[in-house]
């Protein structure tokens, strides 16, 4: 009788993932872009063992991106444990403005064995000439979308500016922000750390607590009255005890 020779099984090959979002409004969050990855590694037999994820960080620079700096590191020091790395798509490996900084970040990878796998692209990073091009029009696109992006954001803001909104973060000695709906009614105060919670909310300047406010008119008063130096203010206000100032 004739003996069946069992197919060797193949045991799975490590990798890490590298999953990043900008903000929680993205479509494709750091949950969807795990799943993502976790199909195709299981597609392609590999197992996941490491993951490196930048959430809520920009993709233009690489200084605020903790995860992906820790990754390269990893990466250069040598035998990081696993054998490539899946990263949902180009532009979640970063928008950088040059897309040549993009490429040198994946050569410290390839230089080290390790490969990056873009894995809802609908080419393989194989290093043939139609992936070089494709790639390089991906990077040039994710740039292109972040400048637009940045653009309009910038003349965004500059109309809020202009209608008498608040675009800040926390508001000034004396004031406090107050969120308003789409039809210019008052909603509620904001505290220090409180978004709006609509998109269609707007915030302006509101005065704060009756203290602060006096504060504030006091010392106004005494450069307008008295003509004293912001030193003088400074120590007279410390020495009543109304307001620290250093």
């Known amino acids: 009788m004739r ?19 900008s903000d929680d409004g993205q479509q494709f969050s750091i949950d969807n ?13 590999f197992v996941i063992v490491q993951t490196y994820a930048d959430a809520g960080k920009s993709g233009v620079v690489l200084n605020r991106r903790e995860a992906l700096r820790q990754l390269l590191d990893d990466v ?3 035998n990081p444990g696993y054998k490539a ?13 040059n897309s040549d900084e993009a490429a040198h970040y994946e050569f410290l990878c390839t230089r080290s064995g390790i490969r990056l796998h873009y894995c809802a692209e609908q080419f393989a990073n ?10 390089s029009l991906k990077r040039s696109m994710a740039a292109e979308f972040s400048r637009e992006l940045g653009i309009k954001v910038f003349e965004g803001k500059c109309r809020l500016v202009k209608l008498g909104f608040w675009v800040g973060a926390k508001a000034g000695y004396g004031y406090r922000r107050l969120m308003l709906s789409a039809d210019g009614k008052r909603k509620q105060k904001l505290e220090d750390g409180d978004r ?22 006091r010392m ?7 003509r004293h130096s912001r030193t003088e203010i ?6 009543d005890g109304n307001l620290s100032v250093s």
């Open 3 to 21: 003996k069946t020779v069992p197919t060797p099984v193949c045991d799975p090959i490590p990798v890490a993932q590298y999953v990043r979002m």
């Open 33 to 45: 872009q795990k799943a993502a990855i976790q199909k195709y590694a299981e597609d392609h037999g």
């Open 76 to 78: 250069d020091r040598g």
């Open 85 to 97: 790395i899946l990263v949902y798509d180009v532009s979640r490996w970063g928008r950088f403005q």
């Open 126 to 135: 194989d290093d043939t000439p139609s992936s070089a091009i494709l790639k």
């Open 196 to 217: 709006k919670s609509l998109t269609t909310d707007r915030v302006t300047l509101a005065l704060g607590p009756r203290k602060e406010v006096e504060c504030v008119r």
């Open 220 to 226: 106004f008063a005494m450069v307008l009255e008295h």
């Open 234 to 239: 400074a120590r007279e206000l410390n020495r």
